[in-house]
């Protein structure tokens, strides 16, 4: 079945740090790649998302870019801030098994000092 | 996106009681989706909820530990039945979108989650 695996965590950074969290994937077909993330004590939220291969999701400083040849969707920011601090979670929809269930990796946790 | 409202937010129970989840949405859904994520994990899929059927479970997760309503296309509700310290988790109700299968982008929104604390 599909599946997501992500760097393990728990990652921490000085702010103005570059950021790279590594993301791969196994699944049939072409699935629609996701990051999520969970701020302490909120709900999840989409960050970004991507539909199909060489698409670049971004939103907020965050990038990821959807590679088909290597299966991965690694999240990226130039300069993280405290307020960054969150879970990350990476996850793919679709494809051709199991196309309706949202699957997630493990979830990174990034912690950023000033 | 959907609004989607969970009730309670959080509560504390005692072993052996079971306790009623509700999800409501802003807008009209055909899927509903139940997920677990236990302390310090990622998020596991319990079930998959349309209206006017019975509910899809995943593997390792059965409907009488965690029976599921769905009466309407707005509204579901997650028991979770005889709970035991194990079940202390936030349980998250989501909607979304269409698959790309579908023809959409299939992100999926969520709830706040509704954090259980079992003793």
């Known amino acids: 079945g599909n599946s997501v695996t992500q760097m393990e965590g728990p990652v ?3 702010e103005e740090a570059f950021l790279t969290i590594n993301c791969t994937y196994t ?5 629609s790649l996701f990051w999520y993330v969970q701020y ?12 199909k291969a060489d698409d670049k999701g ?4 965050f990038e990821a870019t959807y ?9 990226e920011k130039g300069s993280v801030q405290v307020s960054d601090s ?9 494809g051709v098994q199991g196309a309706q269930k949202l699957v997630f990796g493990q979830g990174t946790r990034l912690t950023i000092n000033p | 996106s959907a609004v989607i409202s969970q009730k309670p937010s959080r509560d504390i129970c005692q072993r052996g009681t079971s306790l009623t989840i509700q999800c409501q949405v802003d807008s009209q859904v055909t899927m509903m989706f139940w997920y677990r994520q236990q302390p310090g994990q990622s998020l596991t899929l319990i079930a998959t909820a349309n209206q006017g059927s019975e509910a899809t479970y995943e593997s390792g997760f059965v409907i009488d530990k965690f ?7 707005t509204f579901s509700t997650l028991t979770v039945s005889n709970m035991s310290p194990e079940d202390s988790s936030i349980y998250l109700c989501s909607v979304g979108g269409a698959s790309k299968l579908a023809g959409g982008t299939g992100e999926l929104f969520f709830g706040e989650g509704s ?3 079992v003793l």
């Not at chain 2, 029976?67 to 296309?73: H, Q």
């Open chain 1, 12 to 14: 921490t950074l000085s």
């Open chain 1, 27 to 31: 699944a049939t077909g072409y699935p």
């Open chain 1, 40 to 51: 302490p004590g909120e709900g999840l939220q989409l960050l970004l998302k991507a539909t």
């Open chain 1, 58 to 61: 971004s939103n907020k400083g």
């Open chain 1, 67 to 75: 590679r088909k040849e290597t299966t991965s969707f690694h999240l």
């Open chain 1, 86 to 94: 969150a879970v990350y979670f990476c996850a793919l929809r679709g």
């Open chain 2, 67 to 73: 029976p599921i309503s769905r009466p309407n296309l």
């Open chain 2, 115 to 117: 954090r259980l604390t």
